[in-house]
């Protein structure tokens, strides 16, 4: 009897593997890598260049406070990087999160704690 329960058991882990591997599979690769238009709701458009190694994304963002450089992940869709910035003497950071679907990212913007705003970036063709 145990050897029954044991070759069922064996069996589910398998399958469940499995399953696993093909839904990993089809997962869509998102590569944000090149240049983005971005824009804060209300607020500013900035030109976004975004470089993707893997996981992890570095870049820079070109607006009204000049050229700063971010850094954050992309994992899945799901993206998230930081900016910081100085305000009246004040150190800020900026915390993008969003998620991206074709040539299009959706999300928030954190404005230092003091804010949040929707935010859209296009990839320019």
């Known amino acids: 009897m145990n050897r029954r329960i044991l070759v069922a ?9 499995g399953l696993l591997a093909q839904n990993q599979a089809q997962a869509p690769k998102v590569d944000v890598t ?8 209300g607020a500013t458009t900035s030109a976004a260049s975004y470089k993707q190694e893997g996981e992890k994304l570095t870049g820079t963002h070109v607006g009204q406070m000049g050229e700063l450089p971010l850094s954050g ?4 869709n799901d993206i998230t990087f930081t900016i910081a910035i100085e305000m009246e003497g004040q150190k800020l950071t900026l915390t993008y999160a969003g998620k991206v679907e074709g040539d299009t990212i959706k999300g928030t913007v954190d404005l230092g704690g003091m804010a949040s705003a929707t935010w859209t970036a296009t990839r320019k063709k």
Request: charged content about 15%; hydrophobic content about 60%.
């Open 9 to 17: 058991v064996l069996v589910l882990i398998a399958a469940g593997a």
């Open 73 to 76: 992940t992309v994992k899945g």
């Open 34 to 41: 090149g240049a983005w238009e971005s824009v804060i709701e």
